[in-house]
Structures are given as C-alpha cells and as structure tokens.
C-alpha cells in the first residue's frame, strides 16, 4: 500500500489507473464517493487535497450556502477495484473549503480524536467487529412508496419458499457444510478479495443462524480509525460482490420477522500506548482473568448502555433486533458465556493476554463504525476514570429471570425503540464531550429524530391486519 505522494502516483501509473474514486462517510454511515481522472491525481493535489465536494446534500454535512469543500486522500487505503481495475478508490479526510480546517462532523475525524484522547491517557484501543448480514435475491419489483420504481424484493436464495435443492431448515444455518449452504462461493469471492486486493486479515467467515442466507466475516481486531475504515470497506466489497451475483446484501438488524436477526459485536481491548501491556487481563482474576481496569471499563460501558444504544443500535429497525430469543441482547449486564447480556468476557483460551478483550452485544452493522468505536471508547474511558463498578456478572439465562428477580439483581433493559435512545443520549451524553463535539452530537441526533419521526408517519402494513376491523 501506498504511504507518500510519490508512492501513490507510481501505485497509479504501475496498475494501468485511468479513474480515482475518492470515499468518505456521511454522519448516519453510509460510504459516499466521487470519481475524478487519474491524471488530476498529482503529488502537488495530493498534498493540498481535491476540491471537488459540495457537501450540501450529504446528510449531517453543509447547508448549501456554505458547501465548497476538500477531500483529503489516506494513502495507505489506495486500492485498485477488483471489479473495475482502471479504477482506483482511496479514503480521505473531509476539509471545510477555504483552508477552514478539518470537517468537524467528518465520522472519521470524530474517530480520530478518540485515539488522540486515548493517547493522552496513556491507552490504545483495539475493535474486533464481527460483521453479519443477510443475501437476498435480486428481483426487480414495483415497490410502492412514494419513490415507486425498481426495488427489491425480500426472498433469499436458500430460503424454503424458493423450493428445490437443498433446503436450510429453520435456525439450522449455523455451519451445515455445502451443499446445504449456498452461500459458500459468494463468500469465498468475498473473502478472498479482501485478502488479495484489500490487504485484510480474515479471521472466518461462516453461514449464520438464520435460515435465509445469513452470513458472517469477521477480520483481524486493528485499531479504532484503521478498524473502522477497514469496516467500511468490507460493507463495500460485501454488496459489491454480492450484487455481481445478482444478490442484494443487507446489513439491516433485523430484516426478517421471527428468525434472527443482525448484529456486529464488537471486541474491544484497552492497551497501554506502546501496545505492549493489555490493560483488560490479569491472570490472577479467577472469573474470567479480567482485571480490575477491565472491570471499570465495562461499568463505564453498562452505566451509558441506554445512551450508547442510540449510537450503536441508530436506526428504527434495531429495536426490532433487540428482543429475547434471537441471541440479540437486551438486558444490562456483563457475564463470561452469557449471550442473553449486553457483555460479555470470552474466555477461550487460558493465560493469553493478547486475547483478553470485552465482546459488546448491543452494536449493529447500521451503525456508523466510527462514531460507534469512539462512542465505546468514551464510555469505557468514563468508567476507568471514575473507577465505575460494572456489579457482579450474571451467569443465568437473563431472558429466563424473572422480572423481580432482575429487578432483585438490578439489571435494566436496552431501550426499546430509536427515541428511547435518543431521549437517553440526550439526557446522557457528558462523557462523550471529550471526544463529540456539540455539532457532531447535535447533527446527529437531528437526523435520528427526523427518521425516527418519518418511519412514525406510516402505517405498518401489520397494523392494517391487526386494526382494520377494530
Ligand atoms: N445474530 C445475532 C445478533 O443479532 C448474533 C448471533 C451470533 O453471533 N451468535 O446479535
Ligand atoms: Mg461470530
Ligand atoms: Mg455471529
Ligand atoms: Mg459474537
């Protein structure tokens, strides 16, 4: 990979490049794109960066009165595209025009502050995602909102309705070797253009547990900005894949009723700066060799859970996931085996430190990676700092408790619904001042509550069955 101007021009001229499509993220997450031709890619441009933004339609970004700004390329992402090889894409860091200085609400620039504030505190964070989605059919569909035309229609490949073949039966996805998954080639292509053209460490991919095609990838843990970029770019290479065969991939959290639905834990460590000491491990803690600054860490994150939520689980349809029975968390607690709490502590192997790091539940891939990594690293960071007791671990089926039993043991819920959340980060946001500035924060919550207010507009197409006759 390129690091130095010099080095991404010749990485440009050797590979035959004709076209550059700069990326960047829009503040709800979703990774926008403008192409420019190779031969404007010059050391000079490179250095001062490419004028060729108006951020005025991007969500969370300019108004259309204050719009000119400047892509700033990160080298060491400039990757030719397996799919269109004369094209080369490359991340950068988004600049107000004018020489204003950088983009305050730039996700990328909010993750990049957390690892300065880390720093300052000494720390370095490390985030393992483990990424699921759904592959649905292709098929073009007259879908009828306001915006009719070409759509999607929901079926998957493997799904029962589709008839024929090998049928995955319902919960039985989980790990049934080919020819019962037939997902495995798409996800081999995927794979193995990650590794071959994108520089990842893929540490598994597998079918999940939901009938219909649902699969996940998970890579190398890496640090916050480099774990989230490289996050970004497997959702690229994800739906790029997938739609070359005629697959539509989607990270929604729960796009099917009644089967499970999807998540990205996120596996995350607090390391001393130089990367050599793990700050979460202490082979002397018989529960789960977790140590003491570990344990304050989770009750950094357990005690702004409800607030996290609405940075982690960000869009209507996560609340749908965060129900009992589908292995999504719901209570708040921390445990070592526990899948029914919002934390847990894997304890594979014995005596490993560099495996010693926290599982957090809640996150889903509609969630904007950098914001997420930097929203965990504020919570867990509040917890060292004021040395936030995360209470006992809770080893029972939380799900099975009883209400007074949970109420006994003082475990709370996840909120229910988007507003929830967003009424909890609202009232809940102090320990995120260090690393969110007021704009980011406001913005975001605006358009949470726009899209939370706009989905509220329309009549479910279940309520039409439960109410008609009412
Ligand atoms: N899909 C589940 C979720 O929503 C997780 C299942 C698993 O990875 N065991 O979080
Ligand atoms: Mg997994
Ligand atoms: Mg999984
Ligand atoms: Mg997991």
Request: net charge negative; no cysteine.
């Given at each position: 990979m390129p690091k130095t101007p010099e080095e991404a021009v010749e990485y440009v001229r050797k590979n035959k490049v004709e076209w550059i499509d700069l990326q960047f993220t829009d503040v709800p997450g979703r990774l926008q794109h403008v192409t420019i031709p190779a031969s404007d890619f010059t050391?000079?441009?490179?250095?001062?960066?490419?004028?060729?933004?108006?951020?005025s339609s991007i969500k969370g970004f300019t108004t259309i009165y204050e719009s000119d700004m400047v892509l700033s390329p990160v080298l060491e992402s400039l990757n030719v595209l397996p799919w269109s090889p004369n094209v080369a894409r490359v991340l950068t860091k988004v600049y107000w025009g004018g020489g204003r200085g950088r983009f305050e609400r730039d996700p990328r620039y909010i993750g990049e502050r957390a690892e300065e504030h880390l720093a300052e505190a000494g720390y370095v964070?490390?985030?393992?995602?483990?990424?699921?989605?759904?592959?649905?059919?292709?098929?073009?569909?007259?879908?009828?909102?306001?915006?009719?035309g070409t759509g999607y229609k929901i079926t998957a490949r493997e799904a029962p309705w589709n008839g024929g073949g090998y049928l995955i039966r319902y919960k039985e996805g989980y790990y049934p070797a080919p020819p019962v998954d037939q997902l495995m080639d798409v996800r081999l292509e995927i794979i193995q253009t990650l590794t071959k053209y994108f520089g990842f460490h893929v540490e598994a991919a597998h079918h999940e547990v939901a009938t219909a095609g649902q699969g996940e990838i998970d890579y190398r843990f890496s640090t916050l900005v480099d774990s989230a970029d490289k996050l970004q770019t497997l959702k690229y290479v994800i739906r790029n894949v997938a739609s070359k065969h005629n697959l539509v991939a989607t990270f929604m959290p729960k796009p099917m009723f009644g089967d499970n639905g999807t998540g990205m834990h996120t596996h995350f460590s607090?390391?001393?700066?130089?990367?050599k000491k793990n700050m979460m491990y202490d082979p002397n803690d018989e529960y789960a060799e977790i140590s003491q600054f570990g344990r304050y860490a989770i009750g950094g994150i357990l005690s702004h859970a409800r607030a996290l939520s609405a940075i982690v689980s960000p869009t209507v349809n996560s609340y749908r996931r965060l129900i009992p029975g589908f292995e999504a968390p719901v209570y708040i607690a921390w445990s070592k085996?526990?899948?029914?709490?919002?934390?847990?502590?894997?304890?594979?192997?014995?005596?490993?430190?560099?495996?010693?790091?926290?599982?957090?539940r809640a996150p889903?891939?509609?969630?904007?990676?950098?914001?997420?990594?930097?929203?965990?690293?504020?919570?867990?960071?509040?917890?060292?700092?004021?040395?936030?007791?995360?209470?006992?671990?809770?080893?029972?089926?939380?799900?099975?408790l009883t209400p007074e039993k949970r109420r006994e043991l003082g475990i709370r819920e996840l909120p229910r619904s988007l507003d929830e959340a967003l009424d909890e980060l609202e009232s809940d946001n102090e320990f995120l001042k260090p690393i969110f500035n007021p704009s980011i924060l406001e913005t975001?919550?605006?358009?949470?509550?726009?899209?939370?207010?706009?989905?509220?507009?329309?009549?479910?197409?279940?309520?039409?069955?439960?109410?008609?006759?009412?």
């Amino acid at each position: 990979m390129p690091k130095t101007p010099e080095e991404a021009v010749e990485y440009v001229r050797k590979n035959k490049v004709e076209w550059i499509d700069l990326q960047f993220t829009d503040v709800p997450g979703r990774l926008q794109h403008v192409t420019i031709p190779a031969s404007d890619f010059t050391e000079e441009d490179i250095k001062v960066g490419f004028g060729k933004l108006d951020g005025s339609s991007i969500k969370g970004f300019t108004t259309i009165y204050e719009s000119d700004m400047v892509l700033s390329p990160v080298l060491e992402s400039l990757n030719v595209l397996p799919w269109s090889p004369n094209v080369a894409r490359v991340l950068t860091k988004v600049y107000w025009g004018g020489g204003r200085g950088r983009f305050e609400r730039d996700p990328r620039y909010i993750g990049e502050r957390a690892e300065e504030h880390l720093a300052e505190a000494g720390y370095v964070s490390y985030y393992g995602p483990e990424l699921e989605f759904f592959l649905f059919d292709r098929v073009d569909v007259d879908v009828k909102t306001p915006q009719s035309g070409t759509g999607y229609k929901i079926t998957a490949r493997e799904a029962p309705w589709n008839g024929g073949g090998y049928l995955i039966r319902y919960k039985e996805g989980y790990y049934p070797a080919p020819p019962v998954d037939q997902l495995m080639d798409v996800r081999l292509e995927i794979i193995q253009t990650l590794t071959k053209y994108f520089g990842f460490h893929v540490e598994a991919a597998h079918h999940e547990v939901a009938t219909a095609g649902q699969g996940e990838i998970d890579y190398r843990f890496s640090t916050l900005v480099d774990s989230a970029d490289k996050l970004q770019t497997l959702k690229y290479v994800i739906r790029n894949v997938a739609s070359k065969h005629n697959l539509v991939a989607t990270f929604m959290p729960k796009p099917m009723f009644g089967d499970n639905g999807t998540g990205m834990h996120t596996h995350f460590s607090l390391w001393t700066k130089d990367g050599k000491k793990n700050m979460m491990y202490d082979p002397n803690d018989e529960y789960a060799e977790i140590s003491q600054f570990g344990r304050y860490a989770i009750g950094g994150i357990l005690s702004h859970a409800r607030a996290l939520s609405a940075i982690v689980s960000p869009t209507v349809n996560s609340y749908r996931r965060l129900i009992p029975g589908f292995e999504a968390p719901v209570y708040i607690a921390w445990s070592k085996g526990n899948r029914s709490a919002v934390i847990r502590v894997p304890s594979y192997y014995k005596g490993m430190e560099k495996a010693k790091r926290i599982e957090y539940r809640a996150p889903d891939p509609s969630t904007n990676p950098y914001l997420a990594f930097a929203a965990i690293a504020a919570a867990a960071m509040d917890g060292v700092t004021k040395k936030i007791d995360p209470g006992n671990p809770v080893d029972e089926n939380i799900y099975h408790l009883t209400p007074e039993k949970r109420r006994e043991l003082g475990i709370r819920e996840l909120p229910r619904s988007l507003d929830e959340a967003l009424d909890e980060l609202e009232s809940d946001n102090e320990f995120l001042k260090p690393i969110f500035n007021p704009s980011i924060l406001e913005t975001f919550i605006e358009l949470k509550r726009e899209e939370a207010r706009t989905l509220q507009m329309y009549p479910h197409p279940m309520e039409i069955y439960y109410y008609l006759d009412v």
